[in-house]
Nanobody, 123 residues
Framework: VQLQASGGGLVQAGGSLRLSCTNS????????IGWFRQASGKEREFVAA????????TYADSVKGRFTISRDNAENTVYLQKNRLKLEDTAVYYC?????????????????WGQGTQVTVSS
């Protein structure tokens, strides 16, 4: 499993950005996927997760109503749509996968981690 997050960049506060998570190995549809982020000098924190078919999702309170996780298994991609971005959303965003059909917010639940993508929100 080789997960890769992409789509990061510089965006103004209030703007939107969509991140993508792809897998160069086995089909992504067999994995539950979580998004995490780590701001400079801070611990990694959970953002959102989806089970293998997108029927179940969970979000951190800090992003509820602003971020949406979705997946297109035909395209082998999981998305994180980020709207109404805030300065505090600035971080490196990572996607992570687990073969379990269940989703959790704990980073230790996930077995596979990809390289992150930097998101910077400016004022």
């Amino acid at each position: 499993v080789q997960l890769q997050a992409s789509g990061g960049g510089l965006v103004q506060a209030g703007g939107s950005l969509r991140l993508s998570c792809t897998n160069s190995g086995r089909a992504l549809s067999t994995y539950s996927i979580g998004w995490f982020r780590q701001a400079s000098g801070k611990e990694r924190e959970f953002v959102a997760a989806t089970n293998w078919n997108g029927a179940q999702t969970t979000y951190a309170d800090s992003v509820k109503g602003r971020f949406t996780i979705s997946r297109d298994n035909a395209e082998n991609t999981v998305y994180l749509q980020k709207n109404r971005l805030k300065l505090e959303d600035t971080a490196v965003y990572y996607c992570a996968g687990t073969g379990s059909p269940f989703i959790k917010q704990a980073g230790s639940w996930y077995d596979y981690w990809g390289q992150g993508t930097q998101v910077t929100v400016s004022s």
